[in-house]
């Protein structure tokens, strides 16, 4: 099992940064993580998604450029740092860990862990 805890989510104005945590626990080792987004209405749609190495990445082509991912396998935190913000980006963002260890990044994830979600509002 592993748990998941996000922070850092909130209100910021069209442009600005946030920083994501996720702290994780449990049998955390080898897994790959990811953070998925929902917005009212609409379906929960992938994020990004970061390998246990760390190596490898992916990004939806709607953030790219803007969001990175990263984590740090010592303190079982992954982070997403969000620059330049719209208000599309609005959402509640939630934090996700493999079911399985060492899965490719560029296949299909099974995303067996998820957190509570953390809001964040981008005002125009």
């Known amino acids: 099992q592993v748990r998941l805890v996000e922070s850092g989510g909130g209100l910021v104005q069209a442009g600005g940064s946030l920083r994501l945590s996720c702290a994780a626990s449990g049998r955390t080792f080898g897994v790959a993580m990811a953070w998925f987004r929902q917005a009212p209405g609409k379906e929960r749609d992938l994020v990004a998604a970061i390998a246990w190495s760390g190596g490898s990445t992916y990004y939806a082509d709607s953030v790219k450029g803007r969001f990175t991912i990263s984590r740090d396998n010592a303190k079982n935190t992954v982070y997403l740092q969000m620059n330049s913000l719209k208000p599309e980006d609005t959402a509640l963002y939630y934090c996700?860990?493999?079911?399985?260890?060492?899965?490719?990044?560029?296949?299909?994830?099974?995303?067996?862990?998820w957190g509570q979600g953390t809001q964040v509002t981008v005002s125009s």
């Open positions: 996700a860990a493999s079911s399985r260890v060492f899965p490719t990044i560029e296949g299909q994830i099974d995303y067996g862990f």
